[in-house]
C-alpha cells in the first residue's frame, strides 16, 4: 500500500501532513519552491508508480491539481 498524498508531499518539504490541504499549493505553502516541485514529483512517482509527463508536472502546482493528475493515472486516494 501506498503512503496517503499528504505524507508523501509533507516528507519532501518537511511539513506535518495535517498542515497540507486541497488548497495547498506552490504559492502559499513554506518551503514548496522549483526545487521542491521537482522532488515532489519524483516523489509522486515513485509512490505511485507512475510517470509524470512535462505538461502534466506544470500544472502540479498545487495538492487539488496533483489529485487530478494522480486520477488521470488511475491513481484511488483514500479520502
Do not use: C, F
Not at 9 to 18: A, K, M, Q, R, T
Amino acid at each position: 500500500m501506498t503512503e496517503p498524498l499528504e505524507e508523501v508531499i509533507g516528507s519532501v518539504l518537511g511539513v506535518s501532513p495535517e498542515s497540507l490541504s486541497d488548497e495547498s499549493s506552490i504559492e502559499n505553502t513554506d518551503g514548496w519552491d522549483s526545487l521542491r516541485q521537482l522532488s515532489i514529483l519524483l516523489a509522486l512517482e515513485s509512490a505511485y508508480g507512475i510517470s509524470i509527463t512535462t505538461d502534466q508536472a506544470r500544472d502540479m502546482t498545487s495538492i487539488s491539481a496533483i489529485k487530478a493528475v494522480l486520477a488521470n493515472h488511475g491513481v484511488q486516494l483514500l479520502s
